[in-house]
């Protein structure tokens, strides 16, 4: 998370600019995002949506208002982002699309966002963010060999999506 927290700081924090609704879980966290989104949407939020991996296009991961950014939007982050990128070794590629997906919010004016993690955990680079709203989806040990033994919800795994003392919601799991 260090790498994390020094390139948003280079890039003036931009994920401080608008609430910020944390969707993590092992399955039903894009279904569940994507939902939220347009709530708030239809609430008349213009809202951004981030989310993993992407389907056909990688500008599918960062959307705002249901409609992707276009491949000039992206270029144009991508060459704000370069020398805040150089400073910080060791990045990983999602840490980077993640800072891209809250500039991009932060540049085209959303009042709402919303965050799918993507591997989860504590470390996961979305947990830059202070939710206004947190949701955990079902959770299962698919990620096992990545989070750990302790992926479940607990301050080891993707319970450290959870900060405290924030709205919680906790999507039932079936069966």
Same mark, same amino acid.
């Given at each position: 998370?260090?790498?994390?927290?020094?390139?948003?700081?280079?890039?003036?924090?931009?994920?401080?600019?608008?609430?910020?609704?944390h969707?993590?879980?092992?399955?039903?966290?894009?279904?569940?995002?994507?939902?939220?989104?347009?709530?708030?949407?239809?609430?008349?939020?213009?809202?951004?949506?981030?989310?993993?991996?992407?389907l056909?296009?990688y500008?599918?991961?960062?959307?705002?208002?249901?409609?992707?950014?276009?491949?000039?939007?992206l +270029?144009?982050? @991508?060459?704000?982002?370069?020398?805040?990128?150089?400073?910080?070794?060791?990045?990983?590629?999602?840490?980077?699309?993640?800072?891209?997906?809250?500039?991009?919010?932060?540049?085209?004016?959303?009042? %709402?966002?919303?965050?799918?993690?993507?591997?989860?955990?504590?470390?996961?680079?979305?947990?830059?963010?202070?939710?206004?709203?947190? @949701? +955990?989806?079902?959770?299962?040990?698919?990620?096992? %060999?990545?989070?750990?033994?302790?992926?479940?919800?607990?301050?080891?795994?993707?319970?450290?999506?959870?900060?405290?003392?924030?709205?919680?919601?906790? @999507?039932?799991a079936?069966?």
């Open positions: 998370m260090n790498r994390m927290f020094a390139l948003m700081e280079s890039l003036g924090d931009p994920q401080k600019k608008y609430p910020v609704i969707v993590a879980g092992t399955k039903g966290k894009g279904s569940t995002s994507a939902l939220c989104a347009a709530g708030l949407q239809a609430a008349g939020y213009t809202v951004g949506l981030y989310t993993s991996p992407h056909l296009d500008v599918e991961r960062i959307q705002i208002n249901g409609e992707p950014i276009t491949h000039d939007q +270029i144009e982050l @991508v060459e704000e982002i370069k020398p805040h990128v150089a400073k910080i070794e060791k990045l990983t590629t999602f840490e980077i699309t993640t800072a891209l997906a809250f500039m991009a919010f932060g540049k085209y004016g959303v009042n %709402a966002a919303v965050f799918e993690v993507g591997l989860g955990g504590r470390l996961d680079a979305t947990n830059i963010v202070t939710p206004k709203v947190s @949701v +955990i989806t079902s959770l299962s040990y698919d990620h096992m %060999a990545v989070l750990g033994k302790y992926s479940g919800v607990d301050s080891r795994g993707e319970g450290g999506h959870y900060q405290g003392w924030r709205a919680c919601g906790l @999507v039932p079936k069966g």
